[in-house]
Antibody, heavy 122, light 108 residues
């Protein structure tokens, strides 16, 4: 059974940093790309970032490019999202998602974690 | 960036009735279209990919159709557990993979 367990969310001031983690199990982690998708309160879904199974290729939404960094540790089956220079508009629930293939090309998200909330406020 | 437009925003349906949800892309996405279901307080769940292929464990009452710019999700006979928000997502032009704003299916 695929399981994705996010952690690391919380309350942070504008300009601050947070590091999200996602512990994965139930599938060969390094064989699949992974992504982060967020949902602002009462809003829809927004793809944030993705990383290939090997970790070599990374991708970002324009809204977070230069501020967020996605990475993975395949030896520990863990995905990360380092979020710097946080803004009020980054407030959202952040979902860790498994991608259906190894590369971040034409992907949909076949499994989702329960999400970790991030609140950016002074 | 491809814009996905879902309609209606809210759909009121009685249990046992058929529900038809629409999703339109601002340019062709071929059949690279997925549908997700999200219940309150829960994470989204993949229902359909490739426009019409049901994901693992999804009941046959859920069906998808369409290609190019026009897509439809049909729930043939609504069950109580189907009242939720449904999102479409294109994955033909990336990044970014883009989602529609959702259709809420509520009890009539």
């Amino acid at each position: 059974e695929v399981q994705l367990l996010e952690s690391g969310g919380g309350l942070v001031q504008p300009g601050g940093s947070l590091r999200l983690s996602c512990a994965a199990s139930g599938f060969p982690f390094s064989s699949y790309a992974m992504s982060w998708v967020r949902q602002a309160p009462g809003k829809g879904l927004e793809w944030v970032s993705g990383i290939s199974g090997s970790g070599v290729s990374t991708y970002y939404a324009d809204s977070v490019k230069g501020r967020f960094t996605v990475s993975r540790d395949n030896s520990k089956n863990t995905l990360f999202l380092q979020m710097n220079s946080l803004r009020v508009e980054d407030t959202a629930v952040y979902y860790c998602t498994k991608v259906w293939r190894q590369q971040m090309e034409r992907v949909f998200f076949d499994y989702w974690g329960q999400g970790t909330p991030v609140t950016v406020s002074s | 960036e491809i814009v996905m437009t879902q309609s209606p925003a809210t759909l009121s349906v009685s249990p046992g009735e058929r529900a038809t949800l629409s999703c339109r892309a601002s340019q062709s996405v071929s059949n690279n279209l997925a549908w997700y279901q999200q219940k309150p307080g829960q994470a989204p769940r993949l229902l359909i990919y490739g426009s019409s292929t049901r994901a693992t464990g999804i009941p046959v009452r859920f069906s998808g159709s369409g290609s190019g710019t026009e897509f439809t999700l049909t729930i043939s006979s609504l069950q109580s557990e189907d009242f939720a928000v449904y999102y479409c997502q294109q994955y033909n032009n990336w990044p970014p993979e883009t989602f529609g704003r959702g259709t809420k299916v509520e009890i009539k």
